[in-house]
């Protein structure tokens, strides 16, 4: 019984080992259109016409989602976590006003910096299709790491880390 019991879990975690390098290869593969231009944002205005300043020299994580996107429902709490240690400025494409947005922050308990991207034409300077779409500067605004689909907390956790303490 032992014996089937270590053969399983070698399986699972076998599996566990192929799906994360698929999603990760995936996900590199989906990231090499997106604009690799370094980020030229300064002042943005987030939603209900709040103006915010990003701070310099150190890392951004932008991150692009939708509410209609069930991937990024489930990745939103991530986000939050992050931008709680972070600086994070979120751009949400073609989700309705900033009322109908900010409904959904509050409804979900999050309360990360979000642009409404209503026209989708920051979306496209940046060449996202494909949501989430996560992408981290380095304190100079050069593209450092990019993310296409679903990421852990951990995953961005260690990202920003090395954004800021190795970069």
Same mark, same amino acid.
């Given at each position: 019984?032992?014996?089937?019991?270590?053969?399983? #879990?070698?399986? %699972?975690?076998?599996?566990?080992? &192929? =799906? $994360? !390098?698929?999603?990760?290869?995936? @996900?590199?593969?989906?990231?090499?259109?997106?604009?690799?231009?370094?980020?030229?944002?300064?002042?943005?205005?987030?939603?209900?016409?709040?103006?915010?300043?990003?701070?310099?020299?150190?890392?951004?994580?932008?991150?692009?989602?939708?509410?209609?996107?069930?991937?990024?429902?489930?990745?939103?709490?991530? #986000?939050?976590? %992050?931008?709680?240690?972070?600086? &994070? =400025? $979120? !751009?949400?494409?073609?989700?309705? @006003?900033?009322?109908?947005?900010?409904?959904?922050?509050?409804?979900?308990?999050?309360?990360?910096?979000?642009?409404?991207?209503?026209?989708?034409?920051?979306?496209?300077?940046?060449?996202?299709?494909?949501?989430?779409?996560?992408?981290?500067?380095?304190?100079?605004?050069?593209?450092?790491?990019?993310?296409?689909?679903?990421?852990?907390?951990?995953?961005?956790?260690?990202?920003?880390?090395?954004?800021?303490?190795?970069?």
């Amino acid at each position: 019984m032992k014996e089937k019991i270590k053969k399983y #879990i070698k399986e %699972i975690l076998l599996f566990i080992v &192929v =799906i $994360t !390098i698929f999603a990760n290869l995936l @996900s590199l593969y989906r990231s090499v259109d997106l604009n690799k231009q370094p980020l030229l944002l300064k002042t943005v205005t987030l939603l209900n016409s709040i103006d915010y300043t990003l701070k310099d020299d150190i890392p951004i994580l932008v991150h692009f989602w939708a509410t209609w996107c069930p991937v990024c429902k489930v990745e939103a709490g991530n #986000i939050q976590r %992050i931008s709680e240690s972070f600086q &994070v =400025i $979120t !751009i949400a494409l073609k989700s309705g @006003s900033d009322a109908e947005i900010q409904d959904y922050l509050s409804l979900n308990h999050l309360n990360y910096k979000v642009i409404n991207d209503s026209s989708g034409s920051i979306t496209a300077d940046f060449d996202v299709s494909i949501f989430p779409t996560t992408i981290i500067y380095d304190r100079n605004r050069k593209v450092l790491f990019s993310d296409v689909g679903y990421t852990s907390t951990f995953g961005l956790w260690i990202r920003m880390w090395w954004a800021t303490y190795f970069n």
